[in-house]
Nanobody
Framework: VQLQASGGGLVQAGGSLRLSCAASGLPFSSVDMGWFRQAPGKEREFVAAMSRGASATWYADSVTGRFTISRDNAKNTGYLQMNSLKPEDTAVYYC????????????????WGQGTLVTVSS
């Protein structure tokens, strides 16, 4: 099983980025997906998650209203649309997949991507 995150980069505050997470080696529709991030010197934190059928979503308070998680099971790909970016959003972003429903906790996820760096300049 592989998860390949992409789409990170350097953006000015107030700008937007769209991250992608391409899954292979498993039926993407069989897993819930999530995004986490880790800033330098900080612990990995939950950002957003979506159920396998895309009927439910969960967001961290810090990104609610600015970030949108989505998925296309036919393309085995998940997305994280990030708008109104702030310097405090700077981090390595990881996508992850799980069979359970412990969306907020990193230990609940079975598979992880390699991460993509998002840098927001002020």
């Amino acid at each position: 099983v592989q998860l390949q995150a992409s789409g990170g980069g350097l953006v000015q505050a107030g700008g937007s980025l769209r991250l992608s997470c391409a899954a292979s080696g498993l039926p993407f529709s069989s897993v819930d997906m999530g995004w986490f991030r880790q800033a330098p010197g900080k612990e990995r934190e939950f950002v957003a998650a979506m159920s396998r059928g895309a009927s439910a979503t969960w967001y961290a308070d810090s990104v609610t209203g600015r970030f949108t998680i989505s998925r296309d099971n036919a393309k085995n790909t998940g997305y994280l649309q990030m708008n109104s970016l702030k310097p405090e959003d700077t981090a390595v972003y990881y996508c992850a997949a799980q069979y359970s429903n412990r969306h907020y906790y990193a230990e609940g996820y079975n598979y992880w991507g390699q991460g993509t760096l998002v840098t927001v300049s002020s």
